[in-house]
């Protein structure tokens, strides 16, 4: 019998969009049948295996709640269900598609069910920034070749595409509309790029972050060249490259288990103490900024974090991560090592603790026993929330994390 396909509860309050429709209709439900975006990971929407889609209640593109209708699954080629169809329309749930400044359209009474050739046309990788600036600019995706994992459409593949198209419309004006052009050039270099979900929820959280938690920070700089020495020894014997944003969050881990006051989450009721240590990682993607949560790092071996890590970075860089991935931890890691940024104060992401932020590995002078050296060296600011941790256990936090960096064969007992 059909049955409506709702967006997962488990969504809560989130604003999400439908993204991407992964099963046609008359397609069998045998995987995922659609992406929706949340500001935290991409959700994939699943149903029974046995069961087909029969139609599409949302384009892609649109708003949705947690709870919303979003397709008509049964039986294959089952008819008669359009007393579903009655039952969805009207309703508080039903999704209304969103404007580029956000802004539900009006007059939404009904599901919107998509041409059957827009659907096919829809079936492009494409983030769902990319796909508005593309339908406000009049670009066919189908055109273009996309420069993100798997070929997937990015905004900067639209944006080139569009000056392009642009520069290419200029060079077959008259003489008098170039001039005219040139008049209201100081108009066209202004461009208003929609916010995603995930941007605005950034933005949201650093802001409040930023405005409510009483950062403090401290700093420190630690010597490199025995991490250096260690960690090329073990890739030359391992068969998983050990990087040096591992040996930081198995640092990270056993320095809280030295110093458990570290080791906590601030809350109304009272301050949280845990037992294990889950670790935030800060991960650039072409979504926006996400930090994924290693679970239990203080039990795993540098071998173990390497795994875990290599996973968790290829999922959230394909928009694969699940949302409980994103939530809990007491502290976070964010590396602009590869960037070669040689320090900076990073903004604790609540309800957690603290963040340590790392820089690149420079050589630099050092006096070594009496003697003015130049070692390879990385510069690190810890901040802290002052309501659950003080100073001075923060203080002995940073020198314990130094000591372990500085001398690495104890991360490996």
């Not at 270099?189 to 930023?210: F, G, Q």
């Not at 030359?236 to 040096?244: A, K, L, N, P, R």
Request: hydrophobic residues 45%.
């Amino acid at each position: 019998m059909a049955q409506i396909l709702n967006v997962p509860d488990s969504l809560g309050a989130e604003e999400a969009v439908l993204t991407e429709w992964l099963a046609d209709e008359g397609a069998r439900c045998d995987g995922p049948v659609a992406l929706v975006e949340t500001a935290k990971a991409m959700v994939e929407v699943t149903a029974p295996a046995d069961l087909f889609v029969l139609r599409h209640l949302v384009a892609p593109g649109s708003s949705l709640t947690a709870g919303c209708p979003i397709a008509i699954i049964g039986a294959e080629g089952e008819t008669g269900f359009e007393s579903l169809l009655d039952a969805t329309s009207g309703g508080a749930a039903v999704p209304q598609e969103t404007s580029e400044t956000g802004d539900p359209s009006e007059d939404v009474s009904a599901p919107t069910r998509p041409d059957p050739g827009e659907v096919r046309a829809e079936r492009i990788f494409a983030s769902p920034l990319a796909r508005r600036l593309a339908t406000a600019r009049g670009i066919d995706l189908q055109t273009l070749q996309g420069s993100g994992p798997g070929g997937r459409i990015r905004r900067d593949d639209v944006l080139r595409a569009s000056a392009a198209a642009a520069h290419a419309q200029q060079a077959t004006r008259t003489p008098s509309r170039r001039t005219e052009a040139s008049e209201s050039a100081a108009a066209s270099e202004v461009e208003v790029v929609p916010h995603s979900v995930r941007r605005r929820a950034i933005a949201n959280a650093m802001t409040h972050s930023k405005a409510s938690v009483p950062h403090f920070y401290l700093r420190d700089v630690a010597r490199m060249d025995r991490l250096i020495a260690l960690r090329r020894e073990l890739n030359e014997v391992s068969d998983i490259t050990v990087t040096v944003t591992d040996f930081l969050l198995k640092a990270m881990a056993a320095s809280h288990l030295t110093v458990p006051e570290m080791n906590v989450q601030w809350s109304e009721a009272g301050v949280r103490h845990f037992r294990s240590v889950d670790v935030g990682l800060a991960i650039a993607t072409d979504r926006g900024l996400v930090a994924p949560v290693l679970r239990g790092v203080d039990r795993c071996s540098l071998a173990q974090v390497a795994r875990l890590r290599s996973a968790l970075v290829e999922r959230a860089r394909v928009g694969n991560l699940h949302p409980d991935e994103l939530e809990g931890g007491s502290a976070s890691l964010s590396n602009l090592g590869a960037m070669g940024i040689q320090g900076f104060d990073a903004i604790i992401n609540p309800p957690q603790a603290s963040i340590l932020a790392v820089g690149a590995i420079r050589d630099e002078p050092a006096v070594i026993d009496g003697e003015l050296r130049v070692q390879p060296h990385m510069h690190l600011t810890l901040s802290v929330d002052h309501r659950p941790v003080d100073g001075a256990i923060a203080a002995r936090w940073l020198r314990t994390f130094v000591d372990l960096i500085e001398r690495p064969m104890r991360l490996l007992l």
